[in-house]
């Protein structure tokens, strides 16, 4: 079908990783004259940053939306499986598309869009993990990929002359140099370098997440903000000590810190770290997260150290011999 120009507007929305695949994708359906949004998910393994980074470089507005609860029931069982680590990335990918579709019924989109390149990750961009995405999605073909387009089927947005096909790309491969010379195009300057932003595929934060996800199981999303920083003990199957590596590891853990349920802990006189024991707050396990915060400061083996212990509004101090940090080693996650 030859392309139509419909009376009214057509409207694209498209998923942003703020990456530049994302922004050609979008600028491409621009330049038909197509009205594009982005929409971006946050959890706690990815944030929207990049996103919203390149919302204002281009002024294409950016919807952002928190899946943190659908995700983690979709982590139980991701049908097609994790990769690597603990990255289910088809499973991942065709929630997004779910979710992006239902703000398409709702607000009066046409189509759905992304910036996928056809081969630029052997497992999750091919031609079969593809149409895994999209018929798991619950919108088979209304998800178009403008710069592998030409290599793939004809979406209904293409059949219905919405989307001019022959101004759409046909890029695969893991090569750049194509988006690179549309980026000088396009006048597009400032992207984030080609680098995985999704915490599923480090391997020290997957097994922190599979130490949670089997080990505690009932768990919530504050807990899974501090997978993200300091040194991770399993005391039992409800209790962790969380100790921070750096200063900037201590501020982030007090933004999760909850002084109803957790217990802080610092060393009186020695810089080091924050440390915080959640779950079972008896004397024992007091007693080894004071052990561990005095091991990690530069209190030497055999002395003593003073800890200060805060709960709730109430704050104690315990003194602990110290012991080298490698004494908890066997803990550590």
């Known amino acids: ?44 393994f ?29 982590m139980k069982n991701p049908k097609a499986g994790f990769g690597k680590n603990m ?17 398409l019924k709702n607000q009066g989109f046409d189509f759905l869009f992304s910036g996928e390149v056809l081969g630029q990750r052997p497992k999750s961009q091919n031609k079969n993990s593809l149409r895994y995405v999209e018929k798991n999605s619950g919108f088979d073909g209304q998800i178009l990929r403008p710069l592998s387009a030409k ?53 020290i934060f997957s097994n922190r997440l599979k130490d949670l996800m089997n080990t505690q199981k009932i768990f919530n999303t504050r807990e899974l903000h501090f997978l993200k920083y300091g040194r991770h003990f399993r005391l039992d199957s409800k209790t962790k000590i969380i100790a921070g590596r750096s200063k900037n590891d201590n501020t982030h853990l007090l933004n999760y810190f909850d002084k109803d349920k957790d217990i802080l802990l610092k060393h009186v006189k020695l810089p080091g770290p924050d440390v915080i024991l959640t779950g079972n707050a008896t004397p024992e396990n007091i007693q080894t997260a004071a052990g561990i915060c ?13 800890i200060r212990i805060i709960k709730k509004e109430t704050e104690d101090f315990i003194t602990v011999i110290t012991v080298p940090a490698s004494n908890f080693k066997n803990l550590m996650i």
Not at 160 to 174: A, T
Not at 294 to 306: C, F, H, N
């Open 46 to 74: 990815f944030s929207s940053e990049s996103a919203q980074k390149a919302s204002r470089h281009t002024g294409i507005p950016l919807i952002t939306m928190d899946i943190t609860d659908e995700y983690m029931e979709m």
């Open 151 to 203: 290599l793939l089927s004809k979406t209904l947005a293409e059949q219905k002359g919405l989307v001019d096909r022959e101004q759409l790309m046909d890029i695969s491969g893991r090569s750049r140099k194509i988006q690179m010379q549309m980026a000088q195009d396009f006048g597009v300057k400032e992207y984030p370098a080609p680098a995985g932003g999704c915490l599923l595929t480090d391997k």
């Open 1 to 44: 079908m030859k392309f139509n120009k419909t009376a009214r507007q057509v409207k694209g929305l498209g998923l942003c990783s703020g990456g530049l695949d994302s922004i050609l994708s979008a600028l491409l359906l621009q330049r038909q004259g197509i009205d594009v949004t982005w929409i971006c998910f946050e959890t706690p």
């Open 294 to 306: 005095a091991g990690y400061t530069k209190s030497k083996p055999g002395e003593t150290a003073k």
């Open 87 to 103: 990255n289910p990335c088809m499973d991942c990918h065709a929630l997004m598309f779910s979710k992006a579709g239902e703000v």
